[in-house]
């Protein structure tokens, strides 16, 4: 009992820690100026949080960012799916 907690948590930052450092990989700020180093790092990054594939997930958050909220988002849902588990469906399948 006192042990799980503990794990929990450091699962926790080991997980948000993994996803901040994807994220500026596809925004170059982990490395600016190094292109291989941003990718090669995000990749391990993406892997390791998710399973995702930081090739195939990148051009569709830069489109999340460049129509957030609306239908030209990726990750927009309105319309198309009802609740969270679809919408979360679509969302691991997409990437």
């Known amino acids: 009992l006192v042990v799980a907690p503990l794990l929990v948590l450091a699962l926790t930052w080991l997980n ?40 195939r997930l990148a051009p569709q958050h830069f489109l999340h960012h460049r129509h957030p909220g609306s239908p030209g988002d990726p990750d927009y849902a309105e319309g198309t799916r009802t609740g969270f588990w679809p919408w979360f469906a679509a969302f691991v399948r997409r990437y």
Do not use: K, W
Not at 28 to 53: I, Q
């Open 16 to 55: 948000v820690g993994l996803f901040i450092v994807a994220h500026d990989c596809m925004h170059g700020s982990l490395a600016p100026g190094r292109p291989r180093v941003n990718r090669a790092v995000g990749r391990v990054a993406l892997a390791l949080y998710a399973g995702f594939s930081l090739d």
